[in-house]
Structures are given as structure tokens and as C-alpha cells.
T-cell receptor, first 110, second 116 residues
Framework: GEDVEQSLFLSVREGDSSVINCTYT??????LYWYKQEPGAGLQLLTY?????DMKQDQRLTVLLNKKDKHLSLRIADTQTGDSAIYFC??????????FGAGTILRVKS | GAGVSQSPSNKVTEKGKDVELRCDPI?????LYWYRQSLGQGLEFLIY????????KSGLPSDRFSAERTGGSVSTLTIQRTQQEDSAVYLC??????????????FGQGTRLTVV
């Protein structure tokens, strides 16, 4: 069955880069997403990548996709305290089903 | 509407009672999803609708859980004979259909269910 896995916790210093990793199992996934959930708030889309792309950059965010290994990563450059949140990786499978990982808690130390 | 609306925002119920959670998706969104987020846990997929039909109900935890969607719009998630382990935040999301490329899912603020 489908499964999306992420590491549970990442701690970085302010100004450093953060890299959050995700693996997925469904090779038919068309789009892959990164969502952010701040404390007490709902989930918001950060960025996404289409499955035929290797990389997407959006300001401080860089998404890398290795389709062969079914590995997705999110790099946040110059991490700020406001980036502290839970980051969810998600895959959209054929038929529009969205499957999420368990989320990675990012803690940024000042 | 402007966003995904869920009601109630908070619900406290006694063990054994039935509850109904409502989701009003963004107008025109054909896909609707229900997830459950327990304290400190990730997003557990429950069910999703494409229009009024549910292609995948595999995430419903037990036969006490059911969901329906009518008119391709509002959906209700019903939990019968609630148990304490049902306590969680129930999140609803909606998105456009698959024919239109990327379909970002927009989330509601969730219903926090507490079973006492």
C-alpha cells in the first residue's frame, strides 16, 4: 500500500540551512507537496513539484525530487525562527487521493 | 465560500454518543478529503470524495465511521458510539478536479473532538 515517511524532528540554528527529507512509495504519484502547519493553525501549501521535474526553487525554498529512489527533500535556506513549524510531505496519487507523511517538527534555535 | 469551512470548531461528547462533523468545501472544488490528526501525530487519511462518490474509504478506522457528500458540495463525517480514542482534530480539505493539473488542497481549521 501507499506510505509516505518523514523524519520526526529537526533542530537547526537560525541562519543555517534546513533539509527535511521524505520518501514515498507510489511510483504513479503525479504531484508532490510540502505543507506547513504553524502552532495552532491550519495546513498551508508551501510548494509543490510535478513528478517529471528534478528541482524547483522558490525564494528560500528548494525542492529536490529523485524519482528513481522516490525521495523528496525540502531545503530552507537561511532558516529563521518564523520557520519553526511542522512540515508535511504529501503525494497525489492517480485518482486524486492525497496521502500525507507524519510530519517533521522543525525547531529553529536563535 | 472563500475557504473551507468546518463546523463545529470544537465538540465535547460523552463516550457512546454519536457525532456529526460538517465540511463545506470551496465552491467548485470537486475533490473533498477527510483526515484525522491526533495529538503529536501526523495526518491520517480517512476518506476522499470525487464529486459525490468515495473512490477510497480505506482509511476509515472502523464501521463506526461513515461519511457522505451530497450535491457535490457539503460533506458530513459521522462517528457512532464514540470512544475516547476517537479524540482528535478532524481536518477537511478540498481541491479542484484532476483534469486541471496541480490540485492544491485547501484545508479547513478542523474540528477538535474530545470524547469524555
Amino acid at each position: 500500500g501507499e506510505d509516505v515517511e518523514q523524519s520526526l524532528f529537526l533542530s537547526v540554528r537560525e541562519g543555517d540551512s534546513s533539509v527535511i527529507n521524505c520518501t514515498y512509495t507510489d511510483s504513479s504519484s503525479t504531484y508532490l507537496y510540502w505543507y506547513k502547519q504553524e502552532p495552532g493553525a491550519g495546513l498551508q501549501l508551501l510548494t509543490y513539484i510535478f513528478s517529471n521535474m528534478d528541482m524547483k526553487q522558490d525564494q528560500r525554498l528548494t525542492v529536490l525530487l529523485n524519482k528513481k529512489d522516490k525521495h523528496l527533500s525540502l531545503r530552507i535556506a537561511d532558516t529563521q525562527t518564523g520557520d519553526s513549524a511542522i512540515y508535511f510531505c504529501a503525494e497525489r496519487e492517480y485518482g486524486n487521493k492525497l496521502v500525507f507523511g507524519a510530519g517533521t517538527i522543525l525547531r529553529v534555535k536563535s | 465560500g472563500a475557504g473551507v469551512s468546518q463546523s463545529p470548531s470544537n465538540k465535547v461528547t460523552e463516550k457512546g454518543k454519536d457525532v456529526e462533523l460538517r465540511c463545506d468545501p470551496i465552491s467548485g472544488h470537486t475533490a473533498l478529503y477527510w483526515y484525522r490528526q491526533s495529538l503529536g501525530q501526523g495526518l491520517e487519511f480517512l476518506i476522499y470524495f470525487q464529486g459525490n462518490s468515495a473512490p477510497d474509504k480505506s482509511g476509515l478506522p472502523s464501521d463506526r465511521f461513515s461519511a457522505e457528500r451530497t450535491g457535490g458540495s457539503v460533506s458530513t463525517l459521522t462517528i457512532q458510539r464514540t470512544q475516547q480514542e476517537d479524540s482528535a482534530v478532524y481536518l477537511c480539505a478540498s481541491s479542484r478536479g484532476t483534469a486541471e493539473g496541480n490540485t492544491e488542497a485547501f484545508f479547513g481549521q478542523g474540528t477538535r473532538l474530545t470524547v469524555v
